[in-house]
């Protein structure tokens, strides 16, 4: 059966210049996301397939749902509930995005679809992907202003993991411009988790005199060729970035970090009727982690395209946000026809650290039974005239 596609938004439609975003049921995927440039043109600043029957084949998550659990789990298993479980090993010996069988490959039900939001529904049964518990999903994709929202809420009937992400791959240039190197990244924490030989996080580590010193914005490229010249051992091992930046551990707020903060759409509070962080938007009871009304969202994460003054601002109410500039994409065929390779685009993942399920220093992505999880991500996009830095010239494909 070929994959829906539904669009939410008004962009290109006549109306004044806006955001519009395309969706398939097939993975409850992202096909596109266009906002208009500094001269007002419409731009598609995501990565994609040719069409959506190509997603059938894609191993690079192009615009997905990740779940149940998001990124790696080292040697593929994890104790719940005093119980140990064997997850499946699709990555030498780890667990990698819950794969083979993800979420990303699954048919989804649309429940709901307006002009402006469609809502996506999921069922993951006991013992799918080796998790306990039935897990009940919905993912709602809404547009309003110049902002995307995605929020994505479950229940599971046995205590389990709970770490979804959306996996879209952003290159605000526009999605066959080439590479993403002359673009500005900004990450608003001190810290990291370098990793080991497997990709498995080590404990954090300060930013600062490094190449993941993203604190003040920085043109990936610049960043990227500062890593190689020190020969660190990090940006070889990755070819580039594949480590998660981190906000919130076992502890707490990190105080070097950005914090929650109030969340807000179009000047609503998050206790308003029909906000996405309203206590009732979902009809589900508040998690632990997560109170009912939301300690709103914080701000991950600034990327900015000299060539299209597209800037995109990424909050969330994750604990990290796992940036990937793609190393390990090649030749992977595209929506306008052009090829995709390493740095085409990049991945900023919000959830839990890799592997937090095993590591108790970590904020945990286990999910009590008869507990709620809620993860809501925004993308805010803005038009900028110029830069913080002089525009490095894009290095071709």
């Given at each position: 059966m070929t994959p829906m596609t539904m669009r939410i938004g008004n962009a290109g439609d006549g109306a004044e210049p806006?955001?519009?975003?395309?969706?398939?049921?097939?993975?409850?995927?992202?096909?596109?996301?266009?906002?208009?440039?500094?001269?007002?043109?419409?731009?598609?600043?995501?990565?994609?397939?040719?069409?959506?029957?190509?997603?059938?084949?894609?191993?690079c998550y192009l615009g997905a749902i990740i779940g149940r659990n998001a990124n790696r789990i080292a040697g593929a298993r994890c104790a719940i509930g005093g119980k140990?479980?064997?997850?499946?090993?699709?990555?030498?010996?780890?667990?990698?995005?819950?794969?083979?069988?993800?979420?990303?490959?699954?048919?989804?039900?649309?429940?709901?679809?307006?002009?402006?939001?469609?809502?996506?529904?999921?069922?993951?049964?006991?013992?799918?992907?080796?998790?306990?518990?039935?897990?009940?999903i919905r993912a709602r994709y809404g547009v309003a202003g110049n902002a995307l929202d995605l929020v994505i809420d479950a229940d599971c009937d046995r205590t389990t993991i709970a770490n979804m992400t959306n996996h879209a791959y952003w290159n605000l240039s526009g999605e066959g411009s080439g590479n993403m190197l002359d673009q500005e990244l900004q990450i608003f924490t001190d810290r990291f988790c370098p990793t080991d030989e497997r990709f498995i996080p080590l404990p954090h580590a300060p930013v600062e005199g490094t190449a993941m010193d993203f604190r003040t914005p920085r043109v990936i490229g610049e960043a990227l060729r500062s890593g190689l010249d020190a020969s660190d051992a990090q940006i070889l091992a990755a070819r580039g970035y594949n480590h998660a930046f981190v906000f919130e551990d076992a502890a707490g707020q990190l105080p070097g970090a950005a914090a929650l903060e109030p969340?807000?759409?179009?000047?609503?509070?998050?206790d308003e009727p029909g906000h996405p962080d309203a206590p009732d938007a979902s009809g589900a009871s508040g998690s632990p982690r997560k109170p009912a009304n939301g300690n709103g969202l914080r701000k991950l994460a600034s990327a900015y395209s000299p060539r299209t003054g597209?800037?995109?601002?990424?909050?969330?109410?994750?604990?990290?946000?796992?940036?990937?500039?793609?190393?390990?994409?090649?030749?992977?065929?595209?929506?306008?026809?052009?090829?995709?390779?390493p740095s085409a685009g990049y991945a900023l993942e919000p959830g839990f650290?890799?592997?937090?399920?095993?590591?108790?220093?970590?904020?945990?992505?286990?999910?009590?039974?008869?507990?709620h999880y809620r993860l809501h991500i925004r993308w805010e996009f803005t038009v900028n005239d110029r830069s913080t830095h002089q525009p490095t010239p894009a290095v071709k494909d």
């Open positions: 806006g955001i519009s975003a395309q969706v398939t049921d097939y993975g409850a995927r992202l096909m596109s996301v266009v906002v208009p440039d500094r001269d007002g043109n419409p731009t598609n600043v995501l990565l994609g397939p040719p069409s959506a029957g190509d997603y059938e084949h894609d191993d140990t479980y064997q997850l499946s090993a699709n990555e030498g010996t780890n667990s990698s995005h819950s794969g083979p069988d993800g979420y990303e490959h699954r048919r989804w039900t649309v429940i709901e679809h307006g002009r402006d939001s469609m809502t996506l529904a999921l069922t993951s049964p006991d013992g799918d992907q080796g998790f306990p518990g039935t897990m009940d969340s807000r759409l179009d000047g609503s509070k998050p597209i800037r995109m601002t990424q909050y969330a109410d994750a604990p990290a946000v796992l940036f990937y500039s793609a190393g390990f994409m090649d030749d992977v065929p595209g929506t306008s026809g052009h090829t995709y390779g650290v890799p592997n937090s399920i095993n590591d108790p220093s970590e904020l945990s992505p286990k999910l009590p039974a008869g507990q």
